[in-house]
């Protein structure tokens, strides 16, 4: 990433070039009067410049200290008219005074550039004038993306701590049903219970493994899933079975950490848990106008399920999808023919 600041290095380097290039206009425009000679003109050019690109230097510290949390402007604009009028009275006179030391003899040049203080003067001003706006502008210019990039900076750090906040929301929820599941197991069934306990350890241990990475591909996320859908199997046995429609583009695919786990909780929920017929979940995965297209779907008994609104499950991928990829509608969901199926839509990099 390039730096969006101009650091004083840049702006040292363009007061050398700016200072430069006005040197030699000025000894041009000297040289050019018939009665100067080229020595002359070029101890004028760099006096004068040499003392004027020290004191541009000195402004910008001054415009640094005058600025508008610390001044009003009004007190700002008097604080500069002043400097300019001493600031530029100085400079005229030291030049003067200066070149009377180098050129000494050159009696008529002298004359000449002291007829010419006033004159100097006034282009002190306008120097001082150009010089100082073109300071606040850059000062405001770096204060401007500071403050932008600070922003950017707290907004992502919002952004990741509500990825997390919703993230861990999904272990919690899954462990509560699983220790009930446990729990009703370990008197009717302690072989089964223990197996679970297993399985329940060893999901828990890839899960925190991976805790704080936001994306991982759909295949891990799969093995994953599978895990849970083992620790299910324990106590459901042959109540569903888990299908599986891949092609290898999907199985790619970065998505988000834990994006499948809220949807089989919610199929084995509300569609094995209900249920007195085999459930069928299926896992379906397709290209479709720019997104990778997630499907998964499962058959319930719609006389035992209640109609309900969303659950914790899909407001919790809602939200962060949202988050992830700043889109609101990339996830569906729809009942058709005690068929219950939702979609996540995945952007394409």
């Known amino acids: 990433m390039t730096n969006p600041f101009i650091s004083n290095k840049k702006i040292l380097s363009s007061y050398i070039l700016i200072w430069g290039v006005i040197l030699i206009i000025q000894f041009l425009v000297l040289s050019l009067i018939s009665s100067v000679s080229l020595l002359n003109a070029f101890a004028d050019s760099a006096v004068f410049n040499v003392l004027y690109f020290l004191l541009g230097i000195s402004l910008w510290y001054t415009a640094n200290f005058n600025s508008l949390e610390n001044y009003s402007i009004l007190k700002i604009t008097l604080n500069h008219f002043a400097a300019a009028i001493i600031s ?121 493994s991976k805790n704080e990475h936001q994306k991982s591909k759909l295949s891990d996320e799969i093995n994953n899933a599978k895990l849970y859908l083992d620790i299910e199997k324990v106590r459901f046995e042959e109540k569903f079975e888990f299908v599986e429609k891949l092609n290898n583009i999907c199985l790619e695919t970065e998505v988000p950490s834990m994006i499948l786990q809220p949807l089989l909780e919610n199929a084995i929920k509300h569609g094995v848990y209900e249920s007195l017929d085999k459930v069928v979940i299926i896992l379906s995965c397709e290209e479709e106008k720019g997104y990778i297209k997630i499907t998964v779907e499962n058959n319930f008994d719609p006389e035992a399920v209640p109609k309900k609104g969303e659950g914790i499950g899909i407001k919790n991928i809602r939200n962060r999808l949202k988050l992830i990829y700043n889109q609101d509608n990339l996830i569906s969901t729809e009942k058709e023919n005690n068929i219950f199926r939702a979609n996540i839509y995945i952007p394409q990099s």
Do not use: C
Not at 101 to 128: C, D, E, H, P
């Open 88 to 208: 530029s009275g100085i400079w005229a006179l030291a030049g003067f005074y200066l070149l009377q030391n180098i050129l000494v003899g050159q009696t008529k040049y002298l004359a000449f550039v002291y007829s010419t203080l006033i004159w100097r003067f006034l282009i002190g001003v306008m120097f001082y004038i150009i010089i100082v706006s073109v300071d606040y502008i850059i000062i405001y210019y770096n204060n401007f993306e500071e403050k932008r990039l600070k922003e950017a900076e707290l907004n992502s750090l919002v952004k990741e701590a509500e990825l997390k906040s919703l993230k861990y929301q999904i272990n919690p929820h899954f462990i509560f049903n699983s220790l009930n599941s446990i729990s009703s197991l370990t008197i009717s069934n302690p072989p089964k219970a223990q197996d679970m306990t297993i399985k329940l350890s060893t999901f828990l241990r890839n899960t925190l």
